[in-house]
Each structure stands twice: as structure tokens, then as C-alpha cells.
């Protein structure tokens, strides 16, 4: 890694300029933060990227610019209070719009805008940055806002939602490509004004040689004091989607299990609350840590016997949890806590690498665990179709040649 002055980089004449938009980028360890991360350094031989991103809560001293695997990354001047509350996390949204479009439209001018939907109103920057330059926008979403936080009720002033949803509706309508990252998402996008023809669904994705399946007992379990244990995980974000109450509320249906042990790894706007109800359900069996560094990863998600993905009822279609690959991609099966149609409810049914369950039914979370625990489930047979499914329609390779296809449709 480089640090850089402030010229910018010096153009290169053989390769079109790919302007970048997201506030979360490496190091972050934000879903859109590593996946952007392997897009952008997927993509670095071919064009030449500038990402825009923003500050980070606790790597303030980040330099301000630098080159990594061959992509330049900008950190636009932004708060990054910690995003637990929401109107510190509004602050972050609204002073990194801000300097990203003054940044963006005193830079260099791209031949293609990218965009990541986080946050959502990033979209209106790229727009109006594309059309400066006359030059496409590429929108990728993940997830439907305002829907997503309305229905979490993380949004409720009938005057702010109208607005929000207005500016969201105001790119989906004018982007020359928006990316969903699954099926019923594209229908909901679809539904709020983004035209059918330039819509394409690309789902997220894992890096399958990355992430490989190892034992069950590792040096990760040993250090962790989890040796022995029969583990069900939830490695991700703790927020308000993921629904976590169930998995927890699961545990107090199982205390007969003596070596059970239910893992929630990651944080998130919910974590204090979880942690709260773990304690006062005196539910002994919860272990709590923090966000595992990647390359801990393979390791960390092999010692779960099982993983909980969850979704909160309403949320199919607005949300996509994209660790589901990870845990594929460790050949690990899962239960997951979602409606039907909802696309994690979908894969896993159609591949058959685990068991979908109604949301808000931690009866029967349990009742699964403990037919998991004491043999009743093919779990090595579920996590190797996992691993199969991820291989062939989940790898970051695979991901990384249909969006390679998508700009290229925007370039001619």
C-alpha cells in the first residue's frame, strides 16, 4: 500500500476511469465494505478506480488517501460517530453526501459511476455526478430504503419518509443499470420505479478459495474455549433485521444440553440489547465476541455445527443477508428464521443445505437444534450441497464476470 499526495493518480490511457461511491470501504468490516472491496481490486486490471468513501469509527488515522491492489481510495472528510444511534448515524450519512459530491465533482471526470446503496441517498450523488459528466450510473442495492427501516420502525415521521422515498425513487427511475441482489428484491425495486429493462440481478458473494471447509475442532474453537461443544453460530451483523431475539429465546428450550453453546460473533445497533436479554433470560449458554478478522474467518465459521440466519417478518425482498455464502462456502448447514419467498429462504430450500422456519418462532428454532444435536439431521450432507451451490453461483469469480458483463453493456 502507497500513500499518496494530494495530485490525483496519473490518468492512464488505456483504461476507462471507474468513479466509486460508498461510504464503507476497507478496512471496514461492513458487508458492503468487503464485498465493494472485492469487486473494486476484481476489477483494478481493467479500470481505472477511484473510490469515494468515508471516515471510519475507530481508524480515524487512516490516511486520507492511499492506493491498495491497484485501486485509489479517497476518504472524503465525514463524522464517524459510532452508528448504534440514529442520529449520529444521520450525521455520518449526511457530511459524507456532502463531501463526496464536492470531491466528486472537482475530480477527474470517470467514463462510468458506481455506486453501493449505503447510504441509500448515495444514489442521488452518483446521479447527479453521471450527469455532470455525462457519463452512465451503475446502482447497485442492497437492500430497499425507506421500506426496510420503516417496517423496522427505525423510521416513522410520515414527512421524512415521503421525502427519502422520493430521492430513492428519483435515481432508480434515471440510473442507466440497477444491480438487485435477488429475485423478490428486483421485484420490489421494480415496484418503486426502477424500469424492468435495466434492471439485472446479481446476488452477493463469497470467496469460495478463500473460505473452505476445515474441522469442526480448530485452534479458532480451542482459543475460543468452545472445544467439545455442539455449536450453533450467528457470525454477522447484530442489528436490527437480524432478528436475534429468536436464537437467543431458543436457547432457554435446551438447557438440559450440557455441551451446547449458542455464538453470536459480530455487533451492530442491537448488540447491547441482545447481550440485555441474554442476561436476564440467564441464558448461560450464549457467548458473545466481537467481529473476527477475515482471515480468522475459515475457522471461525468451521466450529459452528450449525448456523442461525435470521430475518424479521415484512423484511423479504428489502434485505438480502449476504453471510449466508460465507457459511456455505465453510460447508456448514443452516437454520434459517424467514418467510418463504424471502431469497435465503428460497436458496436454501431449492439446494437443501439446511432448514427454513417461520420468523418469531424460537419453539421451533430449538426443537431443530436439538434434533441437530443429538443426530437426527444429515448436517456433513447439508453443507456439502452448500459448499456445491456457493462453488458454482455464488464465488466471487462468478459474480465478479456478470458485472464485468453489465458495464461493459454500459460502456458501448
Known amino acids: 500500500m502507497a500513500a499518496l499526495n494530494d495530485e490525483p493518480l496519473s490518468s492512464s490511457n488505456?483504461?476507462?476511469?471507474?468513479?466509486?461511491l460508498n461510504q464503507y470501504y476497507w478496512p471496514g468490516v461492513e458487508a458492503?465494505?468487503?464485498?465493494?472491496?472485492?469487486?473494486c481490486e476484481a476489477l483494478a486490471d481493467e479500470y481505472e478506480i477511484r473510490v469515494l468513501t468515508g471516515m471510519l469509527h475507530g481508524h480515524e488515522l487512516q490516511p486520507h488517501r492511499v492506493v491498495r491492489n491497484g485501486v485509489e481510495i479517497v476518504r472524503v472528510r465525514s463524522t464517524a460517530f459510532e452508528r448504534s444511534r440514529l442520529g449520529l448515524r444521520g450525521l455520518n450519512y449526511v457530511s459524507y453526501l456532502g463531501g463526496t459530491l464536492v470531491r466528486a465533482l472537482a475530480g477527474p471526470k470517470p467514463d462510468l459511476v458506481l455506486c453501493m446503496?449505503?447510504?441509500?441517498?448515495?444514489?442521488d450523488v452518483g446521479l447527479a455526478v453521471a450527469k455532470r459528466f455525462g457519463v452512465p450510473l451503475l446502482v447497485i442495492s442492497e437492500d430497499v430504503f425507506p421500506e426496510i427501516a420503516t417496517k423496522l420502525r427505525r423510521l416513522e415521521n410520515p414527512v421524512l419518509v415521503g421525502v427519502l422515498r422520493q430521492l430513492v425513487r428519483l435515481y432508480l427511475k434515471r440510473a442507466d443499470r440497477v444491480v438487485a441482489i435477488g429475485e423478490t428484491?428486483?421485484?420490489r425495486l421494480e415496484a418503486k420505479g426502477a424500469p424492468g429493462e435495466r434492471l439485472r440481478v446479481i446476488p452477493n458473494w463469497i470467496d469460495t478459495q478463500a473460505i473452505t471447509p476445515r474441522e469442526h475442532e480448530n485452534e479458532w474453537k480451542l482459543e475460543q474455549k468452545l472445544a467439545g461443544k455442539f455449536v450453533v453460530m450467528h457470525s454477522g451483523n447484530v442489528g436490527h433485521a437480524q432478528d436475534l431475539d429468536v436464537l437467543v429465546r431458543a436457547t432457554t428450550f435446551l438447557r438440559d444440553l450440557d455441551d451446547l453453546a449458542v455464538v453470536i460473533v459480530g455487533f451492530g445497533a442491537r448488540h447491547a440489547e441482545i447481550l440485555s436479554l441474554a442476561a436476564r433470560l440467564e441464558t448461560n449458554k450464549v457467548k458473545f465476541l466481537p467481529y473476527q478478522p477475515r482471515e480468522v474467518l475459515p475457522l471461525s465459521l468451521a466450529a459452528g455445527n450449525l448456523h442461525f440466519v435470521g430475518l424479521a417478518r415484512g423484511l423479504s425482498g428489502y434485505v438480502v443477508p449476504s453471510r449466508l455464502y460465507g457459511i456455505l462456502a465453510a460447508g456448514r448447514p443452516v437454520i434459517v428464521s424467514a418467510e418463504d419467498d424471502s431469497e435465503t429462504a428460497q436458496v436454501v430450500t431449492e439446494v437443501g443445505c439446511g432448514i427454513v422456519l417461520p420468523p418469531g418462532r424460537p419453539e421451533l428454532v430449538a426443537h431443530v437444534i436439538r434434533d441437530a444435536y443429538d443426530g437426527r439431521l444429515d448436517l456433513e450432507e447439508m453443507g456439502r450441497r452448500g459448499r456445491e451451490y456457493v462453488t458454482a453461483e455464488a464465488d466471487?469469480?462468478?459474480?465478479?464476470?456478470?458485472y464485468r458483463a453489465v458495464l461493459q453493456e454500459l460502456r458501448r
Open 32 to 39: 458492503t465494505a468487503q464485498l465493494l472491496t472485492d469487486l
Open 396 to 402: 466471487r469469480d462468478v459474480a465478479v464476470g456478470r
Open 14 to 20: 488505456d483504461k476507462p476511469r471507474l468513479l466509486v
Open 185 to 187: 428484491m428486483r421485484q
Open 117 to 123: 446503496t449505503d447510504p441509500p441517498m448515495i444514489g
